[in-house]
């Protein structure tokens, strides 16, 4: 399926969407009802190409016409949309003796198990300590009090990306006026309060779109220091589509990201995390999510916790990384005696190893080494200039990662198989040697680490990750009029 939607800037909420714009989002979302009817997994590969369903729904909701109704984040699903009284979260952000409640769901459980139960998740800041899953009572109980009053036991299931995740099962009451509940925890008495998603406050904001780029980030709760952040691809350049769509993972690294409240607060956000997530068939059922078998779940980190409502997120580059890719550039090489140097005319394709979908490089020369710090045999790819790259898309700089494998086991190996490489920083670099590195075995007098080859044995290399760095403009206002 080739993805030709080419969309504008989302921030005009007066605008009317194009006649095919309607037409090409219903199609797509009766597609997508299909597909879920039919309860069928895509390919991870596929996030790209399926994005563009939601942002086009992203657009009609910016101009007033909200086919994704309710937004919020799901600890351990990430950003989903959902009907509204499905899914209920936590409002604001709870302190329990020393440590905090940082975010909360109550999602349905679907599982005949749990048939009229709802699947409780809690996130807290708690660091979960290296032993747990060898003494999993370190970590302190936790009890939800349900719908009369019943206690409900939450068990630490691990960490997640804010704190030590606590997931369980209890009977709530989801048509009560107030949804309030007790929880015990670290020796503390503290109250959840929920809200539905029918007040959801992120729900209908026009998220901007920048070189194919959506961006969707807003605070886990009131009072957070912890914000989540989505990004949505659609390529708008054939190069960037190849890229998208043959390989297995894409993730995702904000920039420079700067925070604002109502107050006039400035707030440094100073880390990213993130981790896969698998979305289990019983949780497809909640909007986007039904259109993917994997994401990323990003949390950004603030300096500290908002004083007031937030009022803008802006965001200036982001770099899409493309892991795994099913590329078929291969290198197969000789693996050269110790200080031997390999010219760039004697190396396959005269150096060439990769020109193809706007990512151009070559080596200039193949040399082996001792490196002295790891005491390991090393062979070495180095090249005098930066990867030449061709986008449509504003990419300010590219980094590739190399894979590397003994030949024999090409035929039964995965893409996982592949050793990484290092290399040095690439950005902003025209002149400075850039080195591909791998430790191999050698002539076994040194530690023996990396690739089990010697000199004069074949060697195969292929492209496993690309990064590209997008500069952009994403500008978030939540004290913008919202849609209707």
Same mark, same amino acid.
């Given at each position: ?10 921030r ?17 979302? !009766? ?37 994704? !109704?309710?937004?919020t ?32 769901s #109550? ?54 990306? =804010? ?11 989801p ?8 929880l ?26 920048s ?28 190069? #960037? ?16 990201v ?32 039904n ?30 990384i493309?892991?795994?890719? !099913?590329?078929?550039?291969?290198y ?33 020369d ?27 898309e ?64 074949? =060697? ?25």
């Amino acid at each position: 399926m080739k993805n030709d939607c080419n969309l504008p800037e989302i921030r005009d909420l007066t605008a009317v969407p194009s006649e095919e714009l309607n037409r090409r989002t219903l199609a797509a979302m !009766e597609e997508a009802g299909q597909r879920k009817t039919k309860k069928k997994i895509l390919p991870v590969r596929r996030i790209a190409v399926c994005a563009a369903l939601f942002c086009a729904a992203l657009v009609l909701m910016g101009a007033g016409v909200r086919i994704y !109704e309710y937004l919020t984040f799901v600890p351990g699903m990430g950003v989903v949309t959902a009907k509204q009284e499905e899914v209920f979260t936590l409002i604001t952000t709870v302190q329990a003796g020393s440590d905090r409640i940082e975010a909360a769901s #109550m999602i349905p459980a679907e599982d005949r198990e749990h048939k009229g139960m709802w699947e409780v998740t809690v996130l807290t800041n708690r660091d979960v300590p290296h032993n747990f899953f060898e003494n999993p009572d370190c970590m302190p109980k936790m009890t939800l009090y349900g719908m009369d009053n019943e206690p409900y036991t939450l068990t630490c299931t691990g960490g997640s990306v =804010v704190g030590a995740r606590y997931t369980g099962y209890a009977v709530i009451d989801p048509d009560a006026e107030i949804h309030n509940y007790t929880l015990e925890w670290s020796g503390a008495d503290c109250t959840l309060s929920m809200k539905s998603m029918e007040n959801s406050v992120w729900a209908n904001y026009a998220y901007p779109v920048s070189d194919g780029l959506t961006v969707i980030a807003f605070p886990l709760a009131e009072n957070s220091r912890y914000l989540v952040f989505d990004v949505i691809l659609d390529p708008q350049s054939e190069n #960037m589509e190849y890229w998208a769509t043959h390989c297995e993972s894409i993730r995702y690294n904000s920039g420079i990201v700067s925070v604002t409240d109502t107050e006039g607060n400035a707030y440094n956000v100073f880390g990213q995390s993130g981790h896969s997530v698998s979305i289990p068939e019983s949780e497809r059922e909640y909007g986007v999510n039904n259109l993917i078998s994997y994401k990323m779940e990003y949390i950004l980190t603030m300096d500290e916790p908002l004083a007031s409502d937030i009022a803008t997120i802006d965001l200036t580059d982001i770099t899409v990384i493309f892991d795994m890719l !099913e590329d078929d550039a291969r290198y197969l090489v000789e693996i050269p005696a110790l200080d031997e140097i390999v010219p760039a005319e004697d190396l396959p394709n005269g150096g060439l190893f990769c020109d193809r979908y706007g990512i151009c490089f070559a080596f200039d020369d193949m040399t082996t080494r001792i490196d002295e710090l790891n005491n390991t045999y090393d062979i070495l790819f180095r090249r005098n200039s930066a990867v030449e790259f061709d986008f449509e898309e504003n990419v300010q700089y590219v980094q590739v990662l190399l894979g590397w494998i003994e030949p024999e086991r090409v035929a039964s190996a995965e893409r996982w198989d592949y050793r990484g490489g290092g290399q040095s920083s690439e950005r902003g670099n025209t002149s400075v040697d850039i080195e591909y590195s791998m430790p191999f075995h050698g002539a076994g007098d040194l530690k023996n680490k990396g690739l089990d080859l010697t000199f004069g044995d074949e =060697v195969l290399m292929r492209l496993n990750s690309i990064s590209l760095t997008i500069d952009g403009d994403w500008h978030i206002d939540f004290t913008a009029e919202k849609a209707d």
